[in-house]
């Protein structure tokens, strides 16, 4: 599974990468990452609201910062999908 998180990173640092490892965490799940900060490639893959959380290149969440259960829900999905 290929995750990417694009996210604006403010002086909190990311957010929907703490749910990410939050999520992760609770399904028991190890699966590595890549953390997209510059607004430029955030762009060029599309996505006009960040934070994104894309997964195998489907965008799965935009927009806002979702819930540890919504993460573990679009985790899951994916995995079915495979």
Do not use: F, W
Not at 33 to 41: C, F, R
Request: aromatic letters at 4%; glycine letters at 4%; one cysteine or more.
């Amino acid at each position: 599974m290929n995750i990417k998180i694009y996210e604006h990173l403010c002086c909190r640092g990311s957010t929907l990468e703490y749910v990410l490892l939050r999520a992760m965490e609770e399904l028991n799940i190890d699966i590595n990452y890549e953390l997209i900060s510059d607004m430029q490639a955030i762009l060029n893959q599309g996505i006009v609201s960040p934070p994104a959380l894309v997964i195998d290149g489907k965008i799965y969440l935009s927009g806002r910062i979702p819930s540890v259960d919504q993460v573990k829900s679009a985790l899951l999905t994916a995995s079915e999908n495979k």
